[in-house]
Structures are given as C-alpha cells and as structure tokens.
T-cell receptor, first 115, second 113 residues
Framework: AQSVSQHNHHVILSEAASLELGCNYSYGGTVNLFWYVQYPGQHLQLLLKYFSGDPLVKGIKGFEAEFIKSKFSFNLRKPSVQWSDTAEYSCAVTAINSGNTPLVFGKGTRLSVIA | DAGVIQSPRHEVTEMGQEVTLRCKPISGHDYLFWYRQTMMRGLELLIYFNNNVPIDDSGMPEDRFSAKMPNASFSTLKIQPSEPRDSAVYFC???????????FGQGTRLTVV
C-alpha cells in the first residue's frame, strides 16, 4: 500500500518569504497527486492536483507544485507567502489501476506566517 | 450543489455513549470516504464506499466503529461505546471517481469526556 511523507510538521515564515513544503510518496506505479489546504475553522479545500502532463502544476492563490517521478516527490511552493496563507497543508496520493486505497494523506504541515 | 454536508458540526458526549455522525455526499459522486483527523496522525482514512458498498474498512480502529451507507445520498459513522481517545475531527468526503479529487464536508468535532 502507498504511503505519504510530509517532512515538516510545523513551518513558521515571515511574510514575503518563499515557501517549499516537501511531500514524498511510496508507490512505484502511476499516481494522481493532490495538495489540500485547511484554513483555520474551515474544511479541506483542493489547492492543486496532478494527473498527467506538465509536471509543474499551478493552483489557486499563487501556489504551484512540481511532480518529480524519479524522486517520488510532489513538493508545494509559493514564491512569497502572505499572512492569509496560515493554514494546514496536506499532500495526498491515489494509486491508479491498483486495488490500493485511494486518497492516502500525509500527516500534514502547519504553516504559520508572521508579520 | 451545496457540497458535502455533515452533521452535527460539534458533538460533546460522555464516555460510553453512542455517537452517530451523518454525511450527505455530493449528488452523482460514486465514492464516499470517512476520515479522522488528529494532531498526531493527521488525516486517517477509516472506510470508503463505492456505490453504497463498503470497499475497505481496514482503517476502522476497533469494532466500536461502524459505518453504513443505506443509499447514495446518506451515510453514517457510529461509535458505540465512545471513549475519550475517540475525540477528533471526523470528515466525510465524496468523489466522482476513485482517482479524482475528493470534496470534503465541514467536519464534525467530537469530544468525548
């Protein structure tokens, strides 16, 4: 079964700093990849997704993620964070064409942006 | 569509009591998922359904947990008896296909005292 690792439990950044959150998965076959965001007091929302094609995916609010198949990674990036980006970010993977459980999440990374 | 609807939003109950969480998925979605979210473990998949049929319940922690989906528009997650360690946020999500993105409800924050 696939698993997802998010390297940082809690990240603290100043406004305008650049962000990169790591996500690695363990599955050798074809996958669909997702980043979800959960703002304080709200439900999980899809930030971006990768199914196929260009490995650099752009999502909402200036976020992007790059799929590097050789590294089994799907890291999330943003060049300049804002206070409103304070949230919980979760990476998820679904293995295609397998009987594995779909939509397996990492443990999440809490991002705190300070002024 | 109103999205995935969960009820109640908050539940406080005493240890030993039965708790029932409810979920209405997005119409037309074939898959329904129940997740539990804690600080220590993040989002854990408890069980998922395809066309109302439970496919994988290996994430259900104990026999005290059970889930049903009697029809395409309603699912329940029941804990009986509840224990303090069950305190968490429980999310329901639905997706159109197995490999597409899931849409999440607002969650139910369960506190067992």
């Amino acid at each position: 079964a696939q698993s997802v690792s998010q390297h940082n439990h809690h990240v603290i950044l100043s406004e305008a700093a650049s962000l990169e959150l790591g996500c690695n998965y363990s599955y050798g076959g074809t996958v669909n990849l997702f980043w979800y965001v959960q703002y304080p007091g709200q439900h999980l929302q899809l930030l971006l997704k990768y199914f196929s094609g260009d490995p650099l995916v752009k999502g909402i609010k200036g976020f992007e993620a790059e799929f590097i198949k050789s590294k089994f990674s799907f890291n999330l990036r943003k060049p300049s964070v804002q206070w409103s980006d304070t949230a919980e970010y979760s990476c998820a993977v679904t293995a295609i064409n397998s009987g594995n459980t779909p939509l397996v999440f990492g443990k999440g990374t809490r991002l705190s942006v300070i002024a | 569509d109103a999205g995935v609807i969960q009820s109640p939003r908050h539940e406080v109950t005493e240890m030993g009591q039965e708790v029932t969480l409810r979920c209405k998925p997005i119409s037309g979605h074939d898959y329904l998922f129940w997740y539990r979210q804690t600080m220590m473990r993040g989002l854990e998949l408890l069980i998922y359904f395809n066309n109302n049929v439970p496919i994988d319940d290996s994430g259900m922690p104990e026999d005290r947990f059970s889930a049903k989906m009697p029809n395409a528009s309603f699912s329940t997650l029941k804990i009986q008896p509840s224990e303090p360690r069950d305190s968490a946020v429980y999310f329901c999500a639905s997706s159109y296909k197995r490999y597409t993105e899931a849409f999440f409800g607002q969650g139910t924050r369960l506190t067992v005292v």
